[in-house]
């Protein structure tokens, strides 16, 4: 697998989905979410999502990625170029990185090939974790 050193702005993404999570914490007083994700596009936007988990319930969850993605969508985008997902335990003393799960992987296929965070120094392009998406 051919990975990639992070750059500065890769950095960034990482802080910003650790800063969305701790404040979605703060913010609601529970405990819906234990990861963020942040994305950017070519132009240097920055959107970011959180995970909605709720058990015991028929709603089911979102994934933090799906999350920035939809955000992206609704601001008209239609392609970005990084995007990273991190999880926070419930005292926010430690955190890592999440790979996509499958879903998202599909997902994230529809909107080009983004290189996709998978720790401290290292990224991959979509293509390397998801060599062949389900036809569009």
């Known amino acids: 697998m051919k990975t990639y050193a992070l750059t500065k702005e890769d950095r960034y993404l990482i802080k910003e989905a ?3 999570i701790l404040y979605a914490r703060v913010k609601k ?11 950017k596009t070519s132009d240097g936007k920055v959107y970011s999502g959180v995970s909605i988990n709720i058990e015991n319930s028929s709603q089911g969850s979102i994934c933090g990625e799906t999350g920035a993605i939809a955000r992206l969508v609704a601001d008209g985008g239609k392609i970005f170029d990084s995007i990273v997902a991190v999880w926070i335990s419930k005292d926010g ?7 996509p ?26 293509k390397e974790l998801y ?5 569009k």
């Open 101 to 126: 799960c499958g879903s998202c992987r599909n997902l994230m296929h529809y909107f080009g090939d983004p290189f996709v965070i998978l720790n401290n120094s290292k990224k991959v392009k979509l």
């Open 93 to 99: 003393d430690k955190w890592g990185f999440l790979p």
């Open 18 to 20: 650790k800063r969305l």
């Open 29 to 39: 007083k529970q405990l819906l979410s234990e990861v963020g994700s942040a994305l």
């Open 131 to 135: 060599p062949e998406p389900m036809k």
